[in-house]
Every structure is written in structure tokens, then in C-alpha cells.
């Protein structure tokens, strides 16, 4: 099975910025005008999901609650210190979580539509489901 997570934005300039510039992700692929949506697609060569978002004259409406989270986990201590620095040297702002449990198991953050992003050490999913 393979997924995307496909989501609408006004400024693709800074997504890509953001997931692909500070978070390291690649940029996938794009495409402009297709049935007048412009896009892009952002994740990591050879694995079976990826986001998309896209951009179209129709405003984004964004309606999330604080719950709604996208959580990275990466796969060494010294890449979530990397990740973590790379949010903070970009001036992007740690944010409370309303879940205690992402405030004890990483760090959460704003991407530029306002959508909670956590970084969390690989080690909180073991003991997660452990």
C-alpha cells in the first residue's frame, strides 16, 4: 500500500522551505496547472508514502484542532538534535502540545500553515508500544 498525504496551502514557497530546507526532506516532484492547481510533492526517495500540497486560486481553509499532529520520528538522538536545531536556527518557535505526552516525548512545532508538527526520539515510539 502506498500513501500521500495531500493538503491545501497559499505559499508553497514556504512549505517547501520548511519540510524541505529545514526539515530535509526531498522535493519529489511538482507540477503547474494541472486542472489549475499548482503542486508539489515532498518525502524521501524509495519509501512507499509521501505529502502533497497544493496551490490553487481558491483560498486554503485550514481547520485542525490541537490534536491534529504529524509526528517525525527520527531514527538517531544526534538526527532529532539535528532537526530540533534546524527549527529553532530558523527561528521556528517550540509550541505547547495539549498532549502531555508529546511535551515529554519530543518537541512540537508550527509549519507555516499552522499545522503541529512534533519531532520525537525513536526511542518514544519503542516505549510507546512496548
Request: net charge negative.
Amino acid at each position: 500500500m502506498f500513501l500521500r498525504v495531500a493538503r491545501h496551502t497559499d505559499d508553497l514557497e514556504r512549505i517547501v522551505n520548511f519540510y524541505v530546507d529545514i526539515l530535509g526532506f526531498e522535493l519529489l516532484g511538482d507540477f503547474q496547472n494541472h486542472n489549475n492547481y499548482d503542486g508539489i510533492f515532498v518525502g524521501k526517495s524509495g519509501l512507499d508514502w509521501h505529502f502533497e500540497f497544493t496551490k490553487s486560486h481558491e483560498k486554503a481553509n485550514h481547520t485542525f484542532d490541537q490534536d491534529d499532529v504529524i509526528v517525525l520520528y527520527p531514527k538517531s538522538i544526534i538526527d532529532y538534535d539535528v532537526l530540533v536545531s534546524n527549527l529553532l536556527h530558523a527561528n521556528i518557535s517550540i509550541v505547547t502540545a495539549s498532549n502531555p505526552f508529546w511535551n515529554e516525548n519530543g518537541k512540537m512545532f508550527l509549519d507555516p500553515d499552522g499545522y503541529r508538527i512534533v519531532i520525537s526520539p525513536l526511542k518514544a515510539i519503542i516505549n510507546e508500544i512496548n
